[in-house]
């Protein structure tokens, strides 16, 4: 029986400023929920946002107060091991709250993992893979400082593709960026861009003809997330791949998108999405679709980051690799063993569960006083 729920807010300094066209990040505030069974389980699941409200439409503190005031008397004293009937009676009573409803998906798959004796991936279908690939996103908003960072990652067998955020500048300083460390890094190592929604069809087809032509192999979600018609055009006149990031909440937008033609590629985020059982439902779409998948990431902590490593290491296809990076742009982790990132990849515990071991204390001196 669920005896407590709890929403902890955490603020962590970044490693370095992280410049995105709609917000440069300094700190992050991980949102953490743990959910506390009468019988002695613990389960944990995170709704991280990207600068408060200005990429998604819940903020920490309304996913904490959302959660306190409506979604948790829903499943307290209720039986945590029917977790689609607890997820469906959120569907039925709560609207939207996607990242609020994700995080206690997750920390009632993770008891029910644990429970089992089973990764939390073997209730999502089954894992296909022991680690994914993670790319590292270069934006410190200066060309050298991110051709110097891309390069020491190279050396480190971090990461070996890169994606550059751009749409903040000029269409011509974006360019000159992007071709500057393509060309500075060479033709093995890939490099993609997001843009965030920051260009109109106008800007995006001049600028991706130059990003084409420069052997860039991904532009992500170049015009707004409304413009489904628009991200048609260009997947249409275009070679280089198309990805939709922020126009894709949830199962009815991916079928909606994929029915338009409007990507050749979904980035499959957890939270976005609506939790990991309906962010499974935009893999299967784009796998019926003849879409290739991509791991996105809210920049979120090891939390997050491993619920979404053990539903991408379900899909079929991960064609353009994840971006789970978001524990290594924070200055210090919540976890008693660190994530393990070698060769290009995360690699995922076999433990039960999400098989990560939290460090309580870390959390307790570091969250935000309630
Ligand atoms: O994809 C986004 O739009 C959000 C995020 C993911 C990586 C990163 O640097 O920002
Ligand atoms: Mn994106």
Known sequence: M????????????TIRPHKLSVATMSTQTLVLVQIQTDDGYSGWGEATTIGGLKYGDESPESVAVNIRQH???????????QVGALMYRLRKNIRGNRFAKCALETALLDIQAQRLGVPMSELLGGRLRDSVPVLWTLASGDTAKDIDEAQMMLDLR?????????????????VK???????????????????????SELQATA???????????????PLKAENRAGMARLAQR????????????????AWEVARLNAADVFAVKIAQSGGLTQAKELGTIARLAGISLYGGTMLEGAVGTMASAQLFATFDELEFGTELFGPLLLKQDILAEPLQYRDFALQLPTTPGLGLALDLDKIAAWRRPA
Do not use: C, Y
């Open 2 to 13: 669920i005896k407590a729920i709890e929403t902890i807010l955490i603020d962590i300094p």
């Open 71 to 81: 979604i948790a008397p829903l499943l307290l004293q209720q039986d945590e091991r």
């Open 158 to 174: 971090r990461h070996n593709s890169f994606k550059l955020k751009i749409g903040l500048n000029s269409i011509q300083h974006d």
């Open 177 to 199: 960026h992007v071709l500057a460390i393509k060309k500075a890094l060479g033709a093995d190592v890939s490099i993609r861009v997001d843009v965030n929604q920051a260009w």
């Open 207 to 221: 600028a991706i003809q130059q990003l084409q032509d420069g052997g860039i192999d991904l532009i992500e979600q």
């Open 238 to 253: 275009f070679s280089v791949a198309i990805m939709a990031d922020e126009t894709l909440n949830g199962p009815q937008d």
